[in-house]
């Protein structure tokens, strides 16, 4: 399933249109770091409130094609780029972690 099928008015891509079309194969919402390294699979998206630079490291080792930063935190500009780079889309919400969940399973989206 790519990106671009979870996206509605709620979601905000703040990385490059183009990787929308990344594709992924479950989620996983954590807010330590070391946690989310250890026990999240390849290929996940990752739904978390930490909008920092080490949130971007850790999508990258574990190879996420996306990370929703949830509750509207603040995002960088510096982080937008360095998801560019890693072709990681960057995805913004109002939503809290596990609302996303709830809304994604109410679409049939997991």
């Known amino acids: 399933m ?3 099928s979870l996206m509605t008015p709620d979601y905000l891509m ?3 249109d183009s990787l929308l079309d990344n594709e992924f194969t479950g989620v996983y919402s954590g807010d330590l770091l070391s946690m989310v390294l250890h026990k ?3 290929g996940a ?3 978390t409130v930490l909008a920092n630079m080490n949130t971007l490291a850790v999508a990258s080792l574990r190879e996420f094609p996306a990370v929703i930063i949830t509750e509207n ?3 960088s500009e510096a982080m ?3 998801a560019n780079e890693e072709s990681i889309a ?3 919400t109002a939503f809290s972690s596990h609302e996303v969940i ?7 989206r997991l």
């Open 2 to 4: 790519t990106i671009r």
């Open 14 to 16: 703040l990385s490059d």
């Open 40 to 42: 999240a699979k390849t």
């Open 45 to 47: 998206i990752l739904i």
């Open 73 to 75: 935190m603040d995002v």
């Open 80 to 82: 937008i780029q360095k």
């Open 90 to 92: 960057l995805i913004k």
């Open 102 to 108: 709830i809304d994604f399973a109410k679409r049939n």
